[in-house]
Each structure stands twice: as C-alpha cells, then as structure tokens.
Nanobody
Framework: QVQLVESGGGLVQAGGSLRLSCAAS????????MGWFRQAPGKEREFVAR????????DISDSVKGRFTISRVNVKNTVYLQMNRLKPEDTARYYC?????????????????WGQGTQVTVSS
C-alpha cells in the first residue's frame, strides 16, 4: 500500500496558477489509479480530476475543465495537478487519493489511501 503526501498549495491571486504534487511511497505506484479531490469549509468533498495507472487516460470535473490538468510521472511516484486561471471558488483543501481497484471516482472515494491535503486559497 502506498502513502501519499501532497504539496504545492498556497495563497494566490485570482487568475494565477499553482501546481500541486502528490508524492507516493512504495514500489507499486504505477498500478494505482490516482485522483484529486477538494473540500471547502462547510461543503462536501468533491471530485476534481483522475488519471489511470499509466497516465494515458484522464478525466476532469466540469467545474475546472479547461483550467486544470492532471498528470503523473511513474518513475517519480508523483501525480500532479496543474491549476491555471484560478478563481476564488477554487479555494479549498486539496487531497489526492490512490486506488488499486481501478481509477473510477467511486474506486477512489472508497479507497483508504488518502493524503493529508494541501490548502489552496485564491484571493479576489
């Protein structure tokens, strides 16, 4: 089982960019589907993006499509979330998740493998 550590969050002005990283321990990273979720205060955790084990397939939430991209570098055991044209409504704590059962949203939600999250705050 892998362990996940997110980084790259911070405070940014609207219109700016951030790149989040999720570093995984373990030698089986390339067999895991990976995803990013976010949770704002008082709101439920929501899906942002997911990527299959090879990186050949991705899926982006409609709320961030065209602004966010997900990628992974398996030799570095890392998955990335590039966030461009950030908006105040993107403010949330961002979490990555890993699933060895598939890369579906439900697979990731059911997974026990989550990082601690990294805070993203977008000022207007």
């Amino acid at each position: 089982q892998v362990q996940l550590v997110e980084s790259g969050g911070g405070l940014v002005q609207a219109g700016g960019s951030l790149r989040l990283s999720c570093a995984a321990s373990g030698r089986t990273f390339s067999s895991y589907g990976m995803g990013w979720f976010r949770q704002a205060p008082g709101k439920e955790r929501e899906f942002v993006a997911r990527i299959n084990y090879s990186g050949g397939r991705t899926d982006i939430s409609d709320s961030v499509k065209g602004r966010f991209t997900i990628s992974r570098v398996n030799v570095k055991n890392t998955v990335y979330l590039q966030m461009n044209r950030l908006k105040p409504e993107d403010t949330a704590r961002y979490y990555c998740a890993a699933s060895d059962s598939g890369w579906g949203i439900s697979d990731l939600k059911r997974s026990n493998t989550w990082g601690q999250g990294t805070q993203v705050t977008v000022s207007s």
